[in-house]
Nanobody, 121 residues
């Protein structure tokens, strides 16, 4: 199985930045896609950003486009999410997930425990 561990969450003021990291271990060779999702209280889970193992496929939710940047560090087998210009609406639990394909927000069968991001105004 694949194990995913998120880190980097915290509390910041609006306009601030945070950098999340997703460390992967286990049988990751078939998991060609890593994505960040988030879920705020009372709201459905939302795909935030995803990146293929090759780095050739990257997708962002419209709500975070131009503010968030997803990247990978193959040497560390990790994926990061740089979040700039944070807004209170970004407050949520952020989860890292892995999938075989990277053409969709579906099919992510492995999930981390999540890291909380809180943005105050």
């Amino acid at each position: 199985q694949v194990q995913l561990v998120e880190s980097g969450g915290g509390s910041v003021q609006a306009g601030g930045s945070l950098r999340l990291s997703c460390a992967a271990s286990g049988d990751t060779y078939r998991r060609n896609c890593v994505a960040w999702f988030r879920q705020a209280p009372g709201k459905q889970r939302e795909g935030v950003a995803r990146i293929s193992r090759s780095g050739g496929l990257i997708s962002y939710a419209d709500s975070v486009k131009d503010r968030f940047t997803i990247s990978q560090d193959n040497a560390k087998n990790a994926v990061s999410l740089q979040m700039d210009s944070l807004k209170p609406e970004d407050t949520a639990m952020y989860y890292c997930a892995a999938a075989i394909f990277c053409d969709t927000w579906y099919g992510f069968g492995f999930w981390g425990q999540g890291t909380q991001v809180t943005v105050s105004s």
